[in-house]
């Protein structure tokens, strides 16, 4: 499940005083203590572990403000085809 997962990666690189465990899928990670340093080791974890990459419009705090917001990313990124792979004809 794609939430459990979210949480173990805050819960290892997220830096926070809380278990991610405990936080629901709107509460506010900056809030819970995720710094915007610890949010870029967080984005790297995310990045290696789901095999996606996040695009510039993407790197934002709202991105990363909640697993709800973490989670929506993801699975917008695992349903958009890299660049140009889609658009390729057949030959």
């Known amino acids: 499940m794609i939430t459990d997962t979210v949480q173990a990666i805050l819960n290892e690189h997220g830096r926070m ?46 991105t990363f403000g909640s697993i709800g917001s973490i989670e929506d990313a993801i699975t917008q990124l695992q349903g958009t085809p890299l660049a140009g792979a889609a658009s390729q004809p057949a030959g």
């Open 17 to 62: 005083a809380v278990d991610a465990r405990g936080l629901g899928p709107d509460d506010d990670l900056y809030g819970a203590g995720l710094t915007s340093h610890a949010s870029v080791s967080l984005m790297l974890a995310l990045e290696d572990t789901f095999d996606v990459e996040f695009p510039e419009h993407l790197l934002t705090r709202a």
